[in-house]
């Protein structure tokens, strides 16, 4: 287990990503943003003696302003997403170096300035118009000062965007010698999984559809394992399955739940008639439909004291799955049994336990799970050999070697195994997306930094996107989905996510180039790659410079949380007070309150709904 002291072992190329991460360019893109301002003192045309002392700002006006029109991140139809302008790269390179130089000397030069003012008081004092020019000219000063420390702000900017707005080549799938290849019986096996992770299509994603049926902010997305179907929760307590195709809700359900549902997910091979779901009120439910679209009941199979978060399908059974609590316990649950939740561990840093909004089974070895939650470490386990004298029973632990020993508030809100199970996807609060290598030693390092979203405001989702998890999406709290190339980490897709501005979920479909996503908006989009050329990326650095300028901020400003325990405490103390409301019922059998209890489970049951926004835990 990797400690503070550091016993951490970089995987090779780990620094090298994690160098260019940090904030070194790409070459030609340091130089395209930087503009040199002319010394205030020596443009001032009040001081300039010659005659044509007002032409040359006017001309230098009209300059900056031809700049300033081609200055553009509009893209061309080529498929290389380039930000850096290459018509202004040359004829600002100068101006760059002239600025570079003068920030260099900066500090001569105001000290300079400093000594040649007018003194205030040490001679006896001056006249009044020698004040008044002392008073002009240090205001002259301070701006300079701002405004060359706003140029080094941004060029510090242009930077730390360089690696993810970089061109690429152009996408090595094309269409029409596929097709043709697969006509005649070329490489028909290999059609659609070369569609589905094709950069092309991604780059033409667009919106397709709404499902609209949620009153609340819709927080889980689940396609069932053919991709016919498609289950979401919402704050509105309610579940709904959707024939997506045709925008059709096919049945409609109370999830027997007292507060937000966070997740619900289809059970594999269970010919879609069992629903797994979790909630805020830490209760894990399990959903029996029928084939007549109907919901037969709902029945609590474990209870979690905090907030459920999610939950961890075994790709292998048809009838167990964990569960991870903000209690930092995870829920071994088997449907077969008659006490189906066994704690299978209670998650601890130290003697300190470790809230989880996150978990997920290695799809490869499903002996083995991860959870992320309120620290920076993922953690693995394997089921088999959980001995919490024994390191807490961790099996290994990652963290970015960075945030090791850091003092924000920094937590994990979601982690993604990859298709075969050999790499991990981790999202954390009000940081960046960073990708570890499962078969790594205890302690590695990140292998990739995925950046320029925000993941603040909600407990934000992440995920691969492609057959082979080519691609890595995420959604931000601008209300915008990002999608990065995996091996480079470069943005290759960008796109407007939610009016209510909170991007939460994205759930890729099984088998198809499309993608489900929501957030706090109450419905539910559909995105499919249909667009006739490639989606531009305009507005994206400007978008991405807003995002880091409010994250850093926050981090200047930013308090201690209240405790998600003793907000869930007083949430439930004040429910409990309440008059008890009645549930709403489907008829028929309806939604029960029929539990399978367990020995680690809490038998106590809330009151009415409880209409709390799906804000971070």
């Known amino acids: 287990m990797a400690d503070a002291e550091g016993k951490s072992s970089v995987p090779s190329g780990g620094a090298e990503d994690q160098d260019s991460a940090e904030g070194r360019g790409g070459e030609g893109d340091s130089a395209a943003e930087v503009q040199a301002y002319p010394d205030t003192a020596d443009s001032n045309p009040a001081t300039g003696s010659g005659e044509g002392g007002e032409d040359r700002p006017m001309a ?63 001679g006896g004092g001056g006249s009044g118009t020698a004040r008044h020019s002392s008073s002009s000219e240090e205001d002259e000063n301070d701006e300079e000062d701002e405004e060359l420390e706003e140029d080094q702000d ?111 997910k289809f059970l594999p091979h269970s010919g879609d008639s069992t629903l ?61 049994l008659d006490r189906p939740a066994n704690k299978l561990v209670v998650v601890k840093e130290g003697d300190k336990k470790v809230g989880l909004y996150t978990i997920f089974v290695n799809p490869a070895n499903t002996h083995q799970f991860a959870v992320g939650g309120r620290d920076q470490y993922v953690r693995i386990y394997d089921r088999r050999k959980i001995n919490e004298n024994n390191n807490n029973g961790v099996l290994k632990k990652f963290c970015p070697s960075h945030l090791v020993n850091s003092e924000s508030k920094t937590n994990i809100t979601c982690l993604v195994y ?81 009016r209510g501005g909170v991007v939460n979920c994205l759930e890729p479909h099984p088998h198809l180039p499309g993608l489900a996503t929501s957030g706090l908006d109450h419905d539910v989009k559909l995105w499919a790659p249909t667009a006739e050329t490639p989606t531009s990326l ?29 907000l869930w405490f007083l949430m439930r103390h004040m429910r409990n007070r309440r008059p008890q409301r009645a549930r709403r019922g489907e008829g028929g059998e309806g939604d029960t309150d029929e539990s399978w209890s367990s020995p680690d489970s809490s038998d106590e049951e809330d009151g009415g709904p409880d209409h709390v926004q799906c804000m971070s835990s």
């Open 418 to 498: 990859s298709h075969d199970g050999t790499e991990l996807l981790a999202s954390y609060n009000d940081e960046d997306i960073y990708l570890f290598d499962s078969n790594h030693s205890d302690g590695a390092d990140y292998h990739r930094r995925y950046k320029g979203h925000r993941n603040n405001a909600t407990v934000k989702g992440v995920n691969f996107y492609g057959p082979r998890s080519e691609f890595v999406v995420s959604g931000s709290d601008c209300g915008h989905i990002y999608l990065w190339d995996k091996n480079s980490a470069r943005i290759v897709q960008f796109m407007e996510g939610d």
């Open 60 to 122: 230098e006006a009209e300059g900056n302003k031809e700049d300033e029109e081609e200055d553009t991140d509009s893209m061309d139809g080529s498929g290389l997403y380039s930000l850096t302008e290459e018509g202004e790269q040359g004829s600002e390179e100068g101006g760059r170096r002239e600025r570079v130089k003068e920030a260099g000397s900066g500090g001569t030069k105001r000290t300079a300035r400093k000594r040649n003012r007018p003194g205030s008081g040490g």
């Open 276 to 336: 797994a779901m979790c909630a805020r009120d830490g209760q894990i439910r399990v959903a029996e439909l029928s084939a007549t679209q109907r919901c037969k009941n709902t029945k609590r199979v474990a209870q979690h004291k905090g907030a459920a978060h999610k939950l961890a399908l075994d790709p292998d059974s048809r009838c167990s799955f964990l569960s991870a609590g903000e209690d930092a316990v995870v829920f071994g649950i088997d449907l077969c």
């Open 538 to 566: 305009k507005g994206l650095k400007e978008v991405m410079k807003k995002n880091k300028r409010e994250r850093d901020e926050d981090s200047v400003r930013h308090g201690d949380q209240y405790d998600t325990q003793l």
């Open 154 to 264: 941004e060029q510090a900017m242009e930077e730390w965007l360089g690696t993810e707005v970089h061109e690429m080549s152009v996408p090595g799938w094309c269409a029409v010698p596929s097709l043709r290849a697969r006509e005649i019986g070329w490489g028909a096996r290999q059609f659609v999984r070369r569609v589905c992770g094709a950069r092309g299509l991604v780059q033409r994603l667009e919106l397709q559809g709404r499902l609209e049926r949620h009153t609340g902010c819709v927080n889980t997305l689940h396609f069932n394992p053919s991709g016919t179907r498609l289950a979401s929760g919402s704050d509105d307590l309610r579940v709904v399955i959707w024939d997506w195709a045709q925008l059709r809700a096919e049945l409609e359900f109370d999830s027997g739940h007292k507060s937000n549902v966070f997740q619900a």
